[in-house]
């Protein structure tokens, strides 16, 4: 199996969400961050070079993949914000 690329690593969130170029897209980006941390009460690691994911679970598919991988999570494009929401999150249930 080949092995995930996108990882947690140590690299600083805010000195990658600096580099962003929009102003405005800036500063949405850290009040994401406000809003990530305080819904998954943790702090924001850098998955990879450009995602920045919250909280850590454990993945096993049914094949027997298994992975670490982000409980949620947001990476700011070139065009637009992309937010890492998985279905487990029980965010939206049928009523």
């Not at 850290?30 to 919250?54: H, L, N, R, Y």
């Not at 598919?61 to 999150?89: C, H």
Request: aromatic share 8%.
């Amino acid at each position: 199996m080949a092995e995930l690329k996108t990882k947690k690593t140590e690299a600083s969130v805010e000195d990658f969400l600096s580099t962003v170029t929009d102003e405005g897209t800036r500063k949405d980006c850290f009040e994401i961050v406000k809003i990530m941390k305080q819904a998954t009460k943790a702090g924001p690691k850098m998955w990879g070079s450009s995602i920045v994911g919250f909280g850590t679970q454990h993945l096993k598919y049914a094949s027997g993949r298994e992975l670490d991988w982000m409980v949620i999570g947001f990476s700011p494009r070139k065009q637009n914000l992309t937010l890492y929401i998985p279905g487990s999150l029980g965010i939206c249930r049928p009523s």
